[in-house]
Nanobody, 122 residues
Framework: QVHLVESGGGLVQPGGSLRLSCAAS????????MGWYRQAPGKERELVAAVITSGNSTNYADSVKGRFTISRENAKNTVTLQINSLKPEDTAVYYC???????????????WGQGTQVTFSS
């Protein structure tokens, strides 16, 4: 079993900042990539940011470039998302995601956290 546990969501005032964290635990042989998705009411889930373990390359949605920063701590199987200059349209449930191999020679599988709410508070 693999578990992803998010923390750090909440209410943020205009222009405020927030830091989301996610820790992966359980049967983990190797992690290929970790990232954050979000889903606003009435909308589909969308990729916010991701980081590939090999090379530590990152990918961001255009709407968050320059405001959000994703980072990994490989030794601890954690990923964080620093959110700055929050906008109303950033309000959503944010989900941690990991693409990983649970044991040696297994395929990679996608795992999800339960989600954490981030709300723009005017």
């Amino acid at each position: 079993q693999v578990h992803l546990v998010e923390s750090g969501g909440g209410l943020v005032q205009p222009g405020g900042s927030l830091r989301l964290s996610c820790a992966a635990s359980g049967s983990i042989f190797s992690i290929n990539a970790m990232g954050w998705y979000r889903q606003a009411p009435g909308k589909e889930r969308e990729l916010v940011a991701a980081v590939i373990t090999s090379g530590n390359s990152t990918n961001y949605a255009d709407s968050v470039k320059g405001r959000f920063t994703i980072s990994r701590e490989n030794a601890k199987n954690t990923v964080t998302l620093q959110i700055n200059s929050l906008k109303p349209e950033d309000t959503a449930v944010y989900y941690c995601n990991a693409f990983l191999r649970p044991y040696d020679r297994s395929p990679n599988y996608m795992y999800w956290g339960q989600g954490t709410q981030v709300t723009f508070s005017s």
